[in-house]
């Protein structure tokens, strides 16, 4: 298969890249199918369809994983060891580590995910934003306290973590995240907060900034 017909098949269908941000961020681990489509928010055909392109071409592979299962009962009458958890082999998919363009790959589904003025977009019905501030995963830094912070008053925090959710989604991860009022945040700023210098004086990217700290 030619550099073009990889390409091709890749970025033919958001679903397809959905399934693609899931596996890159999370290189390490092996998920069922049915795991895969609740993540992803990819069902049915659509599915299995974009999962067997992504096995052709090289970016993901079949693992069998060991998984601890509640152990169902050999009896009618409960015996001592049921409700026990059994070892159950299960058939999923893993990333494969030797597709030759991991690296690029996923610099540039996470960069299309979110662009600068996608991310304060997305929090502008969530309150009065003062500051917004992404790092870690956004970054490609895992070792980030954060890898979003965000900073304003009247925030509606229930409005606020459903867009986080569906950034989860979206990048097929978990997000760390921290939210804060204005004066909460400005106090642990003028105090020198390890945490808020943590965020601060570490790799990261301004998206939206009305402060006047710095």
Excluded: W
């Excluded at 169902?72 to 597709?99: C, H, I, N, Q």
């Excluded at 569906?166 to 945490?195: H, N, Q, S, V």
Aim: net charge positive; charged share 30%.
């Amino acid at each position: 298969m030619t550099r073009m017909d990889i390409l091709g098949k890749l970025f033919g269908s958001s679903a397809r890249v959905k399934i693609m941000r899931l596996f890159l961020m999370n290189p390490e681990d092996v998920f069922e199918k049915t795991e895969i489509g609740k993540r992803s928010k990819v069902a049915g055909d659509t599915l299995r369809k974009e999962i067997k392109v992504l096995e052709e071409v090289g970016l993901i592979k079949p693992r069998v994983i060991v998984k601890m299962t509640q152990k169902k009962p050999t009896t009618k009458k409960p015996a001592k060891d049921d409700g026990l958890m059994e070892r159950k082999k299960v058939s999923g998919y893993g990333m494969d580590p030797s597709f030759p363009y991991l690296t690029p790959l996923r610099a540039l589904v996470t960069e299309i995910a979110l662009g600068k003025e996608d991310v304060a977009a997305r929090f502008r019905n969530c309150g009065q934003m003062k500051l917004i501030i992404v790092a870690g995963i956004f970054l490609d830094e895992h070792a980030s306290r954060v890898d979003v912070l965000l900073v304003g008053d009247k925030l509606k925090k229930p409005i606020i973590e459903g867009v986080l959710r569906r950034l989860e989604a979206e990048l097929g991860k978990e997000l760390t995240y921290g939210i804060m009022e204005t004066p909460d945040f400005e106090y642990r700023f003028g105090i020198y907060d390890k945490i808020i210098r943590d965020i601060i004086d570490f790799p990261h990217l301004v998206v939206l900034n009305k402060l006047n700290l710095f």
